[in-house]
């Protein structure tokens, strides 16, 4: 999944599109979707960043990269922290105003002033804001 997510960062900046996805207004939170592989059995993702992360990062897995600041979600199954050595920031996001909702593919986020939480359609999902996540 996190190659996946790295190939359509880069397939987006290198063919000058705009990336699918949101950023809050503070711009601290980044989220961008992909969608489903049928090829691959891919489901459509959603991942989130969040920038300068001030709650205590859940236990570093096997990665020896960036960790406990992106989570991502597919449209089925649970979320999950995300091993990095990029960022789905990026200024050409349109701005989710909080209050408001993003509904792609099986996924739905909620913008609010206290972060993004979004949600499959398992019920499974996350909230994420600079001073808390939380997977569930």
């Not at 960062?9 to 592989?37: E, K, V, W």
């Not at 959603?46 to 859940?58: E, H, K, N, Y």
């Not at 408001?100 to 979004?118: F, K």
């Given at each position: 999944?996190?190659?996946?997510?790295?190939?359509?960062?880069?397939?987006?900046?290198?063919?000058?599109?705009?990336?699918?996805?949101?950023?809050?207004?503070?711009?601290?939170?980044?989220?961008?979707?992909?969608?489903?592989?049928?090829?691959?059995?891919?489901?459509?993702?959603?991942?989130?960043?969040?920038?300068?992360?001030?709650?205590?990062?859940?236990?570093?897995?096997?990665c020896p990269l960036d960790f406990?600041?992106?989570?991502?979600?597919?449209?089925?199954g649970r979320a999950t922290w995300?091993?990095?050595?990029?960022?789905?920031?990026?200024?050409?996001?349109?701005?989710?105003?909080?209050?408001?909702?993003?509904?792609?593919?099986?996924?739905?986020?909620?913008?609010?002033?206290?972060?993004?939480?979004?949600?499959?359609?398992?019920?499974?999902?996350?909230?994420?804001?600079?001073?808390?996540?939380?997977?569930?």
């Amino acid at each position: 999944m996190l190659g996946l997510l790295l190939s359509l960062s880069g397939a987006a900046a290198a063919q000058g599109m705009t990336p699918t996805g949101f950023q809050l207004p503070s711009g601290r939170l980044h989220c961008q979707a992909q969608a489903a592989d049928p090829a691959s059995g891919q489901a459509a993702t959603v991942r989130c960043d969040v920038m300068g992360a001030s709650f205590r990062a859940p236990p570093r897995e096997d990665c020896p990269l960036d960790f406990g600041d992106a989570l991502s979600l597919s449209a089925t199954g649970r979320a999950t922290w995300v091993c990095h050595g990029d960022t789905v920031a990026d200024p050409r996001l349109p701005v989710l105003a909080y209050g408001q909702v993003w509904n792609w593919h099986g996924l739905r986020c909620s913008s609010a002033v206290t972060g993004v939480r979004c949600v499959n359609r398992d019920g499974h999902g996350f909230e994420l804001a600079r001073r808390q996540a939380r997977v569930f």
